[in-house]
């Protein structure tokens, strides 16, 4: 089992026929996801990569029963896909486009109040059901089916750690990648209560990073639910500068505050078992399950 996808999901994309969009999704195709067609506007009635593309994301979806989209779509008409995916009440939406403005991501936001679609990203790695569904940009080769949860705002970090667990042979449930950006969909609380729920899944890892305030959210989340499964926890940017951006728009430590120091000490007090480094991350989480 898994969380959010599995071998049944239906994957359209909108931004189909892009360099970037073609080069993903038939990889995802060759690792077995469900692809049924892309959406790219005024392209309608062609094939690309054997699969049918439509003008519309409530066409694609009224003809393939699709539920979930990839969205490849450029960063100044990524919020209009966004919400015409929302409109069309796709049940999820993956977005990896980068640096989508901030004030578009709003609108975005305000979309996805009230409606039934779950919004991973933008700025997003992907989410990755390990031999049956993969969405996104994740490396598909460093994975293996097992009962961890990986859940990451770094996605660096996340092919690194997804290895490190699969060298320890115990594999992942789902892993997702939220994304970095300062406003974006799901978040770290609302995967954890996703994975917490989830019966395949035996623990969660959760990578972090410098800004924002989505550390923290999840310390007070698991302070007052005090669940049952642990938490692996590591932040990266220990030694960030402040006032900084450091990659993009999320990872910004702000006149001392979403330090990774203090992130980690929030975690910690909430019961996470933090890693002494990135790199003992897979051995921090044998460890835990086996204490």
């Not at 919020?79 to 901030?102: K, M, N, Q, S, Y």
């Not at 991501?105 to 991973?120: P, Y």
């Not at 203090?262 to 002494?276: N, P, Q, S």
Request: with cysteine; hydrophobic share 40%.
């Amino acid at each position: 089992m898994a969380i959010l996808i599995d071998g049944d999901t239906k994957v359209i994309c909108q931004g189909f026929t892009g360099k970037q969009a073609s080069y993903h999704m038939e990889r995802a195709i060759a690792y077995g996801t469900q692809v049924v067609g892309g959406v790219v506007p005024g392209k309608g009635g062609r094939r690309h990569l054997g699969l049918p593309v439509f003008d519309s994301v409530v066409e694609a979806v009224t003809e393939t029963g699709a539920t979930a989209s990839a969205v490849f779509v450029p960063p100044d008409s990524a919020a209009d896909a966004l919400i015409e995916a929302i409109d069309a009440e796709l049940p999820l939406v993956v977005c990896v486009t980068e640096r989508i403005p901030v004030l578009d991501m709003v609108r975005v936001k305000q979309r996805l109040a009230g409606s039934e679609t779950r919004l991973i990203g933008p700025n997003s790695q992907g989410i990755l059901n390990p031999g049956r569904c993969k969405i996104g940009v994740m490396p598909a080769h460093l994975e293996r089916p097992g009962g961890v949860g990986v859940v990451s705002r770094s996605a660096s970090l996340t092919s690194e750690v997804i290895e490190q667990i699969s060298e320890q042979r115990l594999g992942q449930s789902t892993s997702i990648g939220i994304g970095g950006d300062p406003v974006h969909g799901m978040g770290f609380v609302d995967c954890l209560e996703l994975f917490f729920a989830d019966p395949d899944t035996d623990c969660v890892v959760l990578l972090g990073e410098i800004g924002g305030d989505d550390e923290e959210q999840a310390a007070d989340y698991l302070r007052k639910t005090k669940p049952s499964k642990p938490v692996i926890g590591y932040v990266a940017g220990l030694y960030a500068p402040t006032q900084r951006r450091m990659g993009h728009a999320g990872t910004v430590n702000v006149f001392g505050q979403g330090g990774a120091a203090d992130k980690m000490e929030a975690l910690r007090g909430a019961g996470v078992t933090i890693a002494a480094s990135a790199a003992e991350i897979g051995q921090t989480v044998r460890q835990t399950l086996r204490s």
